[in-house]
């Protein structure tokens, strides 16, 4: 079975689970479903084409108007952030709830430094390659041929980010099914607080 578009995706899902069954919720997310459909139905072959276009881009210096080394000031200035939390000498903040749902520990790190060390991509970002959470780490690595495993973290790959030297992707990769969980915009230099 071929999928063209991600409007196809979401008329098989609709198919798959009858019209009365479709919530309200799933017709406002059906880009996401109908690009979640595509890879479950290609085996993640085409997840980078059927990410949704209208999702905004994390890099290659940041997202939307928060940027890697913006102070801490700054960044909570661009009212995405909330919820901030101490670790680890540093800080974490939460996206707002309409940025898309974030990561488990917290979706910006401000280094021990007080700037932006590093952005988490939630539920609503992809990287201007097309790249977004969930995918196969084969379809990340056709789009990052730099991509890299950590040698000490078997778990994080890398690779540079283009268009900016200064910053790469890091991926968290479930190794059981070679999935990219999650990734984020992260800063070269350490944030100091073991992060």
Not at 69 to 82: I, R, S, Y
Not at 137 to 149: F, G, S, T
């Amino acid at each position: 079975m071929r999928v063209d578009s991600a409007r196809e995706s979401a008329g098989i899902i609709v198919k798959l689970l009858g019209e009365n069954n479709m919530s309200a919720l799933v017709y406002k997310h059906v880009p996401v479903v109908a690009a979640a459909a595509a890879v479950l139905l290609l085996g993640g072959a085409t997840a980078a084409a059927a990410a949704p276009a209208e999702l905004p881009y994390l890099g290659p210096t940041g997202y939307k108007t928060l940027k890697l080394d913006m102070t801490e000031a700054q960044a909570v200035a661009t009212g995405l952030l909330t919820d901030k939390q101490w670790m680890s000498g540093c800080f974490t903040y939460r996206f707002r709830s309409s940025e898309g749902t974030g990561s488990e520990y917290g979706d910006v790190l401000i280094g021990m430094n007080g700037k932006v060390h590093s952005i988490d991509a939630t539920s609503r970002m992809l990287t201007r390659e097309g790249v977004w959470r969930n995918m196969h780490l084969n379809d990340v690595k056709a789009v990052y041929p730099k991509l890299a495993q950590d040698p000490q973290q078997p778990f994080l790959y890398r690779t540079p980010v283009p268009g900016n030297s200064r910053a790469n992707y890091t991926f968290i990769v479930n190794n059981n099914q070679d999935i990219a969980t999650d990734f984020s915009l992260q800063n070269n230099e350490d944030p100091g607080c073991g992060a």
